[in-house]
């Protein structure tokens, strides 16, 4: 076979291949009809413990870690705490603590199973008016709270002797603070004056 007869064949048989590559729609390079993404177009898979650290990390910061802002404290008025930490804002702080997920399945892995928590106010007490940056003159009332874990620590081992191990009175302790912020003074609500009683 002549080289020009070489050369024809290998330039036929790529013509083909670029051809069919780029008619299957599976190749993202040589398509040239509508927009294209290029490389970005490959999966690239990402793990769920990821995603889940990042959704956990939104969660926790929307109902977690803001301050609220409660109006005045009244004269005379009882001067008490906003609600106890939940059960769902405990067990984020004792997983951020003591994180047991993210295990290897089938390796590693461990469980708190039977959760018992006790929650106890150790603390509530307001600060003396002072004035914050964008807020203004207010007060913190801080309230801490003590909150006990009980519960079975459960520890699945698959390697290099698959066995399991079980803690029945395992038992953690969390503080868990929550501050909010009265105004104090006389407090502009932005409502306007109140309409005058006939």
């Keep these: 076979m002549s080289r020009s007869k070489q050369f024809t064949m290998a330039a036929l048989a790529m013509f083909f291949a670029v051809t069919s590559l780029s008619t299957s729609g599976c190749y993202w390079g040589l398509t040239s009809l509508g927009p294209s993404l290029g490389a970005f177009a490959i999966p690239t898979p990402v793990s769920p413990l990821l995603a889940k650290k990042k959704e956990d990390a939104y969660w926790t910061r929307e109902r977690y870690e803001r301050v609220p802002i409660l109006g005045p404290i009244q004269s ?14 405990v067990m984020r702080a004792l997983e951020k603590a003591r994180p047991v997920q993210g295990g290897i399945p089938f390796l590693h ?11 106890e106010k150790i603390a509530d007490y307001i600060d003396p008016p ?3 940056p964008l807020i203004g003159p207010a007060q913190q009332h801080h309230a801490h ?3 006990t874990i009980y519960y079975e620590d459960v520890r699945r081992i698959g390697w290099p002797v698959p066995h399991t191990l079980r803690d029945e009175d ?3 302790v969390i503080y ?6 009265h105004m104090v003074g006389n407090v502009d609500t932005g409502e306007g004056p109140a309409p005058p009683v006939q």
């Design 176 to 181: 868990v603070d929550h501050n909010h912020l």
């Design 130 to 132: 002072r004035v914050y």
């Design 76 to 89: 005379g008025g009882t001067i008490a705490a906003l609600d106890p930490p939940s059960d769902d804002e």
């Design 145 to 147: 709270y003590k909150c």
């Design 170 to 172: 395992a038992r953690e």
């Design 109 to 119: 892995e461990r469980n708190r199973n039977d959760v018992r928590i006790v929650k």
